[in-house]
């Protein structure tokens, strides 16, 4: 399964104080906190653990359908790799612009898969019709006929005819930036 997320760093330095008490300890493993405490770049690195987290959530959540409980401790980062008790998840981070941050989570490494991500700055609607595109022009049928709605636990699936479809996906937006990942 794969999930994504992206943080506008810009709206996280305004909506989010993590050097507040408490914040880091309570989101992150005490190894995370030594590496942000020790990084060139702690806020940057605060984020990409966060938005790291976030992917992977995603990713085993809408794997085993999971009702929402987000508990960041319980994903530990190390380097591009994320576990969740005995699952691994695989991860790509990048810096954009110095502008935003976005993360790919995938619980196949992410060099066999093949995906297709979009990033877009001010266009909340207009990403979703860009995913619809991409799966029609795929399947080669019209996009009218793709809907995305959610399951009972709050996880986005596409539809096509109003059946479910098991095309892994993942959307995500924050701030000014809207981004979706799409396995082919």
């Given at each position: 399964?794969?999930?994504?997320?992206?943080?506008?760093?810009?709206?996280?330095?305004?909506?989010?104080?993590?050097?507040?008490?408490?914040?880091?300890?309570?989101?992150?493993?005490?190894?995370?906190?030594?590496q942000v405490m020790i990084s060139e770049n702690p806020h940057h690195l605060v984020w990409k653990f966060w938005s790291m987290k976030e992917a992977?959530?995603?990713?085993?959540?809408?794997?085993?359908?999971?009702?929402?409980?987000?508990?960041?401790?319980?994903?530990?980062?190390?380097?591009?790799?994320?576990?969740?008790?005995?699952?691994?998840?695989?991860?790509?981070?990048?810096?954009?612009?110095?502008?935003?941050?976005?993360?790919?989570?995938?619980?196949?490494?992410?060099?066999?898969?093949?995906?297709?991500?979009?990033?877009?700055?001010?266009?909340?609607?207009?990403?979703?019709?860009?995913?619809?595109?991409?799966?029609?022009?795929?399947?080669?049928?019209?996009?009218?006929?793709?809907?995305?709605?959610?399951?009972?636990?709050?996880?986005?699936?596409?539809m096509i005819d109003h059946k479910l479809t098991d095309i892994q996906f993942s959307l995500t937006s924050h701030g000014s930036f809207t981004a979706?990942?799409?396995?082919?």
């Amino acid at each position: 399964m794969i999930g994504n997320d992206i943080v506008d760093l810009k709206t996280a330095e305004i909506q989010n104080n993590w050097q507040r008490k408490g914040w880091v300890q309570k989101i992150f493993t005490v190894s995370e906190q030594n590496q942000v405490m020790i990084s060139e770049n702690p806020h940057h690195l605060v984020w990409k653990f966060w938005s790291m987290k976030e992917a992977t959530y995603k990713a085993h959540q809408r794997q085993f359908l999971l009702a929402p409980k987000f508990n960041p401790k319980d994903f530990v980062c190390t380097d591009s790799i994320i576990t969740i008790g005995n699952y691994s998840y695989f991860s790509i981070s990048k810096l954009m612009n110095d502008r935003c941050l976005y993360t790919i989570a995938s619980s196949i490494t992410l060099r066999n898969v093949l995906y297709t991500s979009r990033v877009f700055k001010n266009s909340f609607y207009y990403y979703k019709n860009e995913l619809k595109k991409i799966i029609a022009e795929e399947l080669k049928i019209h996009s009218s006929r793709i809907t995305i709605e959610k399951n009972d636990n709050g996880i986005p699936m596409i539809m096509i005819d109003h059946k479910l479809t098991d095309i892994q996906f993942s959307l995500t937006s924050h701030g000014s930036f809207t981004a979706f990942v799409i396995v082919l």
